[in-house]
């Protein structure tokens, strides 16, 4: 196994061109992630009341901590399908486990793109045969390829440390660019664990990483009906055991926090139509939640995403994005900076010199807002984006 490949001891990947969103093209749109055997497993999937019928499935299924395979699709979210979605992936599934010679129950469906649409069925199962036939373990490029919608490049991660004396390798892929939002950010994400972690260790694991990581970005405000994070972990027949003293577990938890982090990032970058890739920063509350409150509200104020799009310092939407917040400060006693120019002191302006520095901080293609409420000792912080004219454009014709 090469080091600098994205290879991991375990598992096989394929993808093939199913049609899945228009007929006849030959672009990859049905992808299958396998394990040698069954992988202990967890997943956090999205709190949208609306949710897809592959999110369904995938939450029961996993309720018994096992999946050794999971097929993925994109350009149809097989979402607001009804009964008929629900049957659709359990016929895809059912054929995938045949074909594979596994449990039924241990395949688990991920699925994107157009909501309400019904799977085209018949396409994506004369596709099966390829894509099982074509599992390997170079092949998780295209995995991460043809997850994607509007993405405009594929995703991953690849990690390796050593914990407890025994090498962990984790490799990771998310797709994802609109629809971003907390609460289960709108992504697709996968993260492969070559040593085998035990089930409830691995489930708070991956919770934790989430809301530390996917849901810590922002680029449009909204959750979509099909977010869901999965994690397998020991997927080669003699796996080892990470084990489970505290010192492991924290170790894991750190390095599948890392991996996530690194994935959120690049969703957040990709944005669709972002020019700019943008951190606001909270300090100063009262407790993290008012922080969070506060560095959301700004983050997806279009208001405040416009004016980052024009290079415009302009204060007093960051600081009236916070005021509407709900969180209770004084705004005699706010701090502003922009990259680290003092803009605000005490809810003044510090001075005339600060705009041209600031607007001249906001040409780079990332930077950070820093508002300090001087309200306590808490701080959080959000990934967001500018939001321009290409993204109306996107999702305006995203359908047609």
């Known amino acids: 196994m090469k ?10 990947f394929s993808a093939v061109a199913a049609g899945i969103k228009q007929p006849g093209s030959e ?11 069954p992988a202990t497993a967890a997943c956090v999937t999205t709190t949208n009341l609306v949710c897809a019928a592959p999110v369904e499935i995938t939450r029961e299924r996993f309720k018994a901590g096992s999946c050794q395979a999971i097929l993925i699709n994109s350009g149809n979210a097989n979402a607001v399908t009804g009964r008929q ?32 649409a019904p799977l085209p069925v018949d396409r994506m199962r004369a596709a099966v045969p390829e894509l099982v036939a074509g599992l390997d373990a170079t092949k998780a490029p295209d995995v991460a390829t043809a997850m994607m919608t509007t993405d405009t490049r594929p995703k991953t991660v690849l990690l390796n440390e050593t914990i407890g004396g025994r090498s962990v390798r984790i490799l990771g892929m998310v797709k994802g660019a609109g629809m ?27 919770r934790d990483a989430t809301r530390n990581t996917f849901n810590a970005i ?6 979509s009906t099909n977010d869901t994070v999965i994690a397998l972990t020991g997927g080669a027949p003699f796996a080892e055991e990470l084990g489970s003293d505290h010192d492991a577990t924290q170790a894991f938890a750190g390095m599948l926090q890392t991996a996530c982090a690194n994935l959120a990032r690049q969703v957040a970058a990709d944005g669709e139509g972002a020019t700019k890739l943008v951190e606001i920063r909270v300090r100063g509350a009262r407790d993290k939640r008012d922080a969070l409150t506060v560095a ?6 279009p208001l405040v995403k416009t004016a980052f799009y024009g290079q415009d310092p302009n204060w007093g939407r ?9 969180v209770s400060f004084d705004p005699d006693r706010l701090d502003l900076f922009i990259d680290g120019i003092p803009v605000l002191k005490n809810g003044a302006p510090r001075s005339d010199e600060w705009e041209p520095q600031a607007a001249q901080a906001m040409k780079k293609r990332e930077f950070f807002v ?6 306590g000792t808490a701080e959080a912080s959000m990934l967001t984006t500018d939001l321009s004219e290409e993204y109306v454009r996107i999702n305006a014709a995203y359908r047609t």
């Open 3 to 12: 080091e600098d490949s994205l290879e991991i001891t375990g598992y096989r």
């Open 27 to 37: 672009r990859r749109d049905l992808a299958l992630i396998c394990a040698d055997r």
């Open 85 to 116: 979605g629900i049957d659709d992936a359990l016929v895809l599934l059912d054929q995938v486990a045949q074909h594979l010679n596994i449990d039924r129950r241990l395949v688990a469906p991920m699925s994107t793109g157009v909501i309400g």
């Open 180 to 206: 971003i939002a907390p609460n289960m950010a709108t992504l697709l994400a996968v993260a492969l664990v070559d040593v085998r972690v035990e089930a409830v260790m691995l489930g708070k694991a991956l």
């Open 218 to 223: 922002t680029i449009d405000g909204d959750t």
């Open 296 to 301: 959301r509200t700004i983050a997806e104020s």
């Open 318 to 326: 960051i600081i009236a994005a916070a005021g509407r917040s709900g």
């Open 370 to 375: 820093l508002l300090d409420l001087n309200h």
